[in-house]
């Protein structure tokens, strides 16, 4: 029944977006999503991270035979492409081989097996389904936003010493060398979260169940909230309100060697191309999600989530795509998400409803301090700063403080008191 509700209102969701998007001239996310079938798809390599995960309910001899299918289909999609002269990209052969199996699990399963490869299935088209509705999010603020809110957040900034100016620098001072390795942790997020993913779920066929919560729930709860904020706070990033990227619309071509003037800040129109998705940063969100369920793994993957985490952390601020403040608001947003997604699984209590609350309220707090008070956090740098700091660490206490509350505790065996031997 839960599983039931939750595909009714995913299938809702996408369906008013699908209408949104219709009404602005645009392809939603089920119509493009239905289009890579047969049409080029855009999204290759995340079709066949919708398999792999789709895959994980199956044993090794089915994942080999599936592989093989979707890997057949796509070689004839592409020589056909070929000798249209089309273009060339795969990914088709993933989806038809997902599709193939959800027909598989209606017709000839049953039972348990019919509901876990449904499971499955689904899990492997939310996947590619929460990025198709993320880019349809996107293009919906563009159209619907035609004012910014940078020079509020920009503003705010200099409270945390203009951060994405430094760093800005400091990637500028690395080269092509550091420039290039910061591009592929940055954008090889995903990916990195998709082998993580498979390594918690690897037990999944043996088990016949999924985990009752993982990496990939968080993901997709985090795409599909978080760019509602942006239609709520408008930004575009440093790089584009105030760099080179934003061409004519661009206030000033300041960023990343002069920092924004401390003044009277107002919101400012900008093109309708850009998207407004700095507010909060949905890749620190990630990235912090990934840091967190990495925890729980080898050392070598605790390394690879930390790396992914300051990499990801470093690119957002020093390519300009972010300021300080999305930042500090992406770490609470995902820290929110994960405590109400594993409130979910355990089941609601006061301390899940009072982290979830509290995190709630400080987002909210950092949003209405970044639009009515940024001057003021400019001119007080040295109480605004440490609040910011402290209001994020204090939600991050209160995450490692509750979730090692929840943690199962080992029982305590109790030893037989020793018998008195009478000579």
């Known amino acids: ?44 390599p995340l079709l066949y991270a919708g ?51 959800a027909f598989i699990a209606v017709t000839r399963r049953k039972g348990k097996e019919r509901i876990l490869l449904l499971k499955g299935v689904g899990l492997g088209l939310l996947l590619v389904a929460g990025h198709k509705t993320g880019d349809t999010w996107l293009m919906i603020t563009s159209e619907t936003r035609p004012s910014v809110l940078d020079a509020y957040v920009a503003t705010a900034d200099h409270a945390l010493g203009n ?33 993580f993913a498979l390594y918690q779920l690897r037990n999944v066929a043996e088990e016949r169940r999924f985990p009752g919560h993982h990496l990939v729930r968080t993901f997709l709860a985090i795409g599909l909230v ?51 998705n700095c507010m909060p940063s949905l890749h620190t969100a990630w990235a912090t999600t990934l840091f967190i369920h990495t925890r729980e793994g080898s050392r070598l993957l605790r390394y690879a989530g930390t790396f992914w985490l300051v990499g990801t ?40 409803f009072t982290l979830v609350g509290y995190g709630a309220a400080v987002f909210t707090a950092l949003l209405l301090s970044y639009r009515y008070l940024p001057v003021d956090m400019a001119l007080h740098p040295w109480v605004a700063g440490p609040l910011l700091l402290l209001a994020m660490s204090s939600m991050i206490y209160g995450y490692v403080r509750t979730t090692n509350q929840w943690k199962p505790r080992p029982a305590l065996v109790q030893q037989p008191e020793p018998q008195l031997v009478q000579a």
């Open 313 to 352: 952390l470093t690119a957002t601020l020093g390519f300009g795509y972010h300021y300080g403040a999305d930042l500090i608001a992406g770490v609470v947003f995902a820290l929110t998400i994960e405590t109400a997604m594993r409130s979910f699984h355990r089941g609601w209590d006061r301390s899940g």
């Open 1 to 44: 029944m839960l599983w039931a509700v939750a595909g009714v209102m995913t299938l809702g969701f996408l369906v008013t977006m699908e209408i949104v998007a219709r009404h602005y001239g645009m392809p939603g996310p089920i119509s493009n999503q239905v289009g890579e079938v047969i049409l080029t798809p855009t999204s290759g």
């Open 226 to 276: 978080g760019p509602a904020i942006y239609m709520i706070f408008p930004v575009v990033g440093p790089v584009f309100a105030y760099g080179a990227e934003g061409g004519q619309w661009a206030a000033a071509n300041l960023w990343p060697h002069t920092p924004l003037p401390i003044g009277a800040p107002h919101p400012r129109p900008f093109d309708e191309i850009t998207p407004r």
């Open 51 to 101: 398999l792999a995960l789709m895959m994980v309910v199956l044993p090794w001899r089915q994942r080999f035979i599936a592989l093989g299918i979707a890997t057949g289909i796509d070689i004839a999609f592409l020589l056909v492409r070929w000798t249209l002269d089309s273009d060339l990209m795969f990914g088709n052969g993933a989806l038809w081989v997902i599709l193939g199996y």
């Open 163 to 195: 951060p994405s100016w430094v760093m800005g620098q400091v990637v500028d001072a690395s080269g092509p060398i550091g420039s290039h390795a910061l591009h592929l942790v940055y954008g090889q997020l995903p990916l990195a979260a998709a082998v």
